[in-house]
């Protein structure tokens, strides 16, 4: 089994900034592509960053510019950087990382709820 802890959620004011943390634990030998999902209140959850193994990077187009996803593959631990934060970006971001041993299924972090408003 594979266990993803979230930290770095929280409450900040338009324009303001936040750092997402979620680290991966448990039984694997490998982890491909890590990212990140939002779902905010009555909407489906949506992609908002992936980045794969060698570093190549995607982002929704509403975030691109704004929110940098990285990850530290000895601390198998991927993050995402939130700048210029809107009241829409308001919503329970999920991580979702790919592990596993000779092949590797998605998992999904619990969630951590980040909130912009003034």
């Known amino acids: 089994q594979v266990q993803l802890v979230e930290s770095g959620g929280g409450l900040v004011q338009p324009g303001g900034s936040l750092r997402l943390s979620c680290a991966a634990s448990?039984?694997?030998?490998?982890?491909?592509?890590m990212g990140w999902y939002r779902q905010a209140p009555g909407k489906q959850r949506e992609l908002v960053a992936t980045?794969?193994?060698?570093?190549?990077?995607n982002y929704a187009d509403s975030v691109k510019g704004r929110f940098t996803i990285s990850r530290d593959n000895a601390k198998n631990t991927v993050y995402l950087q939130l700048n210029s934060l809107k009241p829409e970006d308001t919503a329970v971001y999920y991580c979702?990382?790919?592990?596993?041993?000779?092949?590797?299924?998605?998992?999904w972090g619990q969630g951590t709820q980040v909130t912009v408003t003034s």
């Open positions: 448990g039984s694997f030998s490998r982890i491909g592509i």
């Open positions: 979702n990382i790919d592990a596993g041993w000779i092949t590797s299924r998605p998992y």
């Open positions: 980045i794969a193994t060698g570093g190549i990077t």
